[in-house]
């Protein structure tokens, strides 16, 4: 590592506030970007599902 | 023959499945790259002679600017071809770019604005590039909402398609701001022609993260793509075979 110790590494020389929240704001918003088509492709799984059961019962019952 | 692996990028269930199994590997990848890249450019290289440690943001603010730029080219391809050969995947890839282009923006401008404050002594400044670069923001944005604006969904394509394609004009300008006009912002330090101007020993760690952000662009336009595959043709039997066959 470059910096002697972890408060130096956190502090930067002054840097730390700056350095820091750029990759904070970079790692929220691309974990924001992996995890929302994820979640929704979860969701729309299930209800696509739920959805084609229904169907099939009604299809049953009706012959 | 050789071409027919083409008729398949028109197939919607060869895209999801080939997607799917990409994902399996190129997710992970993209995501151990990005914390790799990041902690060697945060912890494992020197300080910059004139910058100090305000540089370090240098590591994620050129690769999502580069990714932005070159995602406004994915979209603007792919309208084109939604546009010539009603392809209608590339109508989805086109839409799906959008927003994530979107993002990527946005965090090249809020990177900069970060980065500008301990030297520039400035968030903000109105110069060519982060003007050029507010004005990607907007086309992108503009994509996503014409989309959304009109009910008949045939011509909000081809409006989309049409607008990032006259877009496109503004990519050049932004690569070239810096050149061209007199700004704040630093030229480029990475160049194809000539010598770059920056240090093996930050340059590495840099092409590191601009590879691994690429790789994480490519699996969110995948993603985004399997997502509306599957929500525009859950109808079909491919999606109703794909969902039911999963149990």
Known sequence: ?63 | MAWTWFHRLGSSPWIYRFSGQLLRYLLPLAIVLVVAGSVWGLAFTPPDFRQGNSYRIIYIHVPVSVVSLAGYYVMAIAGAISLIWRLKVADMAMRVAAPIGAAMTFLALLTGAVWGKPTWGTYWVWDARITSMVVLLFLYLGVFALYEAYDNKALASKACAILSLVGTVNIPIIYKSVDWWYSLHQPASIKFTGGSTIDPSMFYPLLLMIVAVYCLYTCLLLMGLRLTLLETEAKTAWVKKEILGES
């Not at chain 1, 930067?12 to 820091?20: D, I, K, L, R, Y």
């Not at chain 1, 995890?35 to 969701?43: F, H, K, N, T, Y």
């Open chain 1, 1 to 63: 590592m470059y910096f002697d110790s972890w408060s130096d590494l956190w502090s930067m020389a002054g840097h730390g506030p700056f350095v820091w929240f750029s990759y904070g704001a970079f790692f929220v918003v691309i974990g924001l970007l992996v995890i929302a088509p994820l979640w929704r492709l979860g969701s729309l799984k299930r209800r696509l599902k739920q959805r084609y059961l229904a169907l099939e019962k009604t299809q049953s019952l009706q012959e």
